[in-house]
C-alpha cells in the first residue's frame, strides 16, 4: 500500500525554522516527482513547493527563498526546509505527489494523510 508519513510540524515563533519530513513507501519512490503542500483554515489546499526525481526544486512565490525541498532516495523520504518562517505559513502541511502523470494526479486528488501542523506566532 502506498503510504505518505509526515512529521515535524509544531509551533515556532516568527522569524524561526522548522524541518519536514515525508517517509515514503509502497512504490517507486526515486521516479516521482513530490511536492509539498499546505492548507490554511478556510483556505484552499496549495501547492508550496515540488521536487523532481533528479532533485529540481520548484516553488510557490510565497515561500520563494526562505523553503528549500530536497529527497533522499535511499531513504524514501521528502523533506522542507521552512527558514524566517512567517505567520502567514501556519497551515497543515502534507506531501503528496505532484508530478504530471495520470497516475501521481489521480492519487494526489484522492488520498491525503493526516499532515503536520505548523504554527507560527507573531
Known amino acids: 500500500q502506498v503510504q505518505l508519513v509526515e512529521s515535524g510540524g509544531g509551533l515556532v515563533q516568527a522569524g524561526g525554522s522548522l524541518r519536514l519530513s515525508c517517509a515514503a513507501s509502497?512504490?517507486?519512490?526515486?521516479?516521482?516527482?513530490m511536492g509539498w503542500y499546505r492548507q490554511a483554515p478556510g483556505k484552499q489546499r496549495e501547492l508550496v513547493a515540488s521536487?523532481?526525481?533528479?532533485?529540481?526544486?520548484n516553488y510557490a512565490d510565497s515561500v520563494k527563498g526562505r523553503f528549500t525541498i530536497s529527497r533522499d532516495n535511499v531513504k524514501n523520504t521528502v523533506y522542507l526546509q521552512m527558514n524566517s518562517l512567517k505567520p502567514e505559513d501556519t497551515a497543515v502541511y502534507y506531501c503528496?505527489?505532484?508530478?504530471?502523470?495520470?497516475?501521481?494526479?489521480?492519487?494526489?486528488?484522492?488520498?491525503w494523510g493526516q499532515g503536520t501542523q505548523v504554527t507560527v506566532s507573531s
Open positions: 521536487i523532481t526525481s533528479g532533485g529540481s526544486g
Open positions: 509502497g512504490f517507486i519512490f526515486s521516479t516521482n516527482v
Open positions: 503528496n505527489f505532484a508530478g504530471k502523470s495520470t497516475w501521481s494526479r489521480t492519487f494526489a486528488y484522492n488520498t
